[in-house]
């Protein structure tokens, strides 16, 4: 099955794949760990203590608490309105036009119980920062798809890392740790046995990361398509001027998708709705489908539902990657294990330099063989 | 020799460590409560394994 050669060859690609990506996966774990918990931190700096001002108290509408906004905000358009499911907070994001890029929008979130600005977190940036550092590390769209090679070439790494586990266990048991010899040979059985045991589970986190730094050009491609085919009948005609209620769009749409929950508004002409509709996207109830989102068309002038669209496969792909990236959809005991596998991964990583920063020693000064041709002899 | 039968002995138990955490990815996701509970003891796989041959160990 393996020859001496092929298992050479095996090894190269071991040994290159996780040398391309252990610089970034070491940063990937470390800042993923936080970020398992985000929720909590967040709990713990007070976005558990805030308290609506009227408690229980009737809930402004939506065009109220757009029309505080925009009043706070003087000149803006509203770009996107979204919803706190824990909560009567309603956060609206406004930018000088309705296509404005990221770092000229406004972000700011209202109690609906009162109209007052809910202030953000103390401490927030803190994890704001690192939940950036892991996207794209601060590089915008290129930092999130050389993220996502990265991703690769750590899946290739770990497929390579199971064909090499091979010869090294041809006469050791399951789980054997050789403690007795050296300090590398207990550091590579322990890379072995920890490797082997996370294989499932690094595989989907890695390639759900994978998918999750193509969601700019997956939803791109949603826009390119569904979105400019819904735009065309309308191409040439004047910009819409006034705007339906929001309110009355959003209980429109929950009419066209009962039992989902709310998510967001799309205002038109931003990134995410045409020039002619307002979008309102809800999400569903369970751990699968809560990252599925589905959208209903509301004409942004008359306020008439135009329909309800169902998201292409590819979208969903990304919805369906997210959960089994985060591990967020099985309360605190599933996060715990995440944040468990994510230190057995470090220490994988770890071990594995170790291993190769030593072999240089180990083939020019000391009598240890080199890892390839002891697992070449193995065979 | 290369038999099959040293495969399963190499790859039997991670490939049913593997089987289980897969198992518990996806009934975490399926639905609450016992799924959740199912979805735990799947992703513990790997630490069931670790305690499990550190006691073979002595």
Not at chain 1, 76 to 100: A, H, I, K, Q, W
Request: glycine share 10%; hydrophobic share 45%.
């Amino acid at each position: 099955m393996l020859t001496q050669k092929t298992v050479r060859v095996w090894f190269l690609v071991h040994k290159w794949t996780s040398l391309v990506c252990t610089a970034f996966l070491l940063m990937l774990c470390l800042t993923g760990l936080p970020l398992i918990f985000s929720h909590e931190i967040d709990d713990a700096l007070g976005h558990d203590a805030w308290k609506p001002a009227n408690p229980g108290g009737p809930l402004l509408d939506y065009d109220a608490v757009l029309q505080r906004a925009l009043a706070n905000r003087p000149g803006e358009v509203p770009l996107f309105m979204s919803f706190d499911d824990d909560r009567p907070v309603v956060n609206v994001t406004t930018g000088p036009r309705p296509d404005s890029p990221g770092p000229e929008m406004h972000f700011a979130s209202f109690d609906r119980t009162s109209g007052e600005i809910v202030p953000p977190l103390q401490g927030g940036g803190v994890m704001e920062f690192i939940l950036q550092l892991h996207t794209d590390m601060f590089l915008g769209l290129p930092g999130m798809l050389f993220l996502g090679a990265m991703g690769l070439s750590f899946a290739a790494s770990i497929v390579s890392g199971v064909v090499v586990y091979t010869p090294f266990m041809r006469k050791l048991p399951f789980g054997s740790i050789r403690t007795t010899r050296s300090s590398r040979l207990r550091w590579l059985d322990t890379h072995n046995l920890l490797g082997i045991i996370t294989v499932a589970w690094v595989l989907v986190v890695g390639l759900t990361g994978v998918v999750n730094t193509l969601s700019t050009p997956i939803i791109d491609t949603w826009k390119a398509r569904q979105l400019a085919e819904l735009t065309r009948p309308y191409e040439g005609r004047p910009a819409v001027t006034s705007l339906t209620s929001v309110q009355g769009a959003v209980d429109k749409a929950r009419e066209a998708l009962p039992g989902m929950t709310l998510q967001f508004v799309a205002f038109p002409g931003g990134s995410y709705s045409t020039e002619r509709h307002l979008l309102v996207f809800f999400h569903g109830d369970t751990p699968l489908t809560k990252h599925l989102i589905t959208p209903a068309l509301i004409d942004a002038e008359t306020g008439a539902l135009v329909g309800v669209r169902q998201m292409p496969w590819y979208v969903k792909a990304l919805g369906l990657s997210q959960p089994l990236h985060f591990g967020d959809y099985g309360g605190l005991p599933l996060k715990l294990l995440w944040a468990a596998l994510t230190v057995v991964t470090l220490v994988v990583l770890g071990s594995g330099l170790y291993l190769w920063l030593g072999r240089r020693r180990a083939t020019t000064t000391s009598g240890t063989e080199p890892l390839d041709a002891l697992a070449a002899a193995a065979e | 020799m290369r038999r099959p039968p040293q495969l399963v002995r190499i790859f039997g138990v991670p490939a049913l460590i593997a089987a289980l955490s897969l198992f518990g990815l996806i009934a975490a996701l399926i639905g609450d409560g016992p799924w959740d509970a199912a979805g735990w003891l799947g992703v513990f796989a790997p630490f069931a394994a670790l305690v499990w041959t550190s006691q073979r160990r002595g």
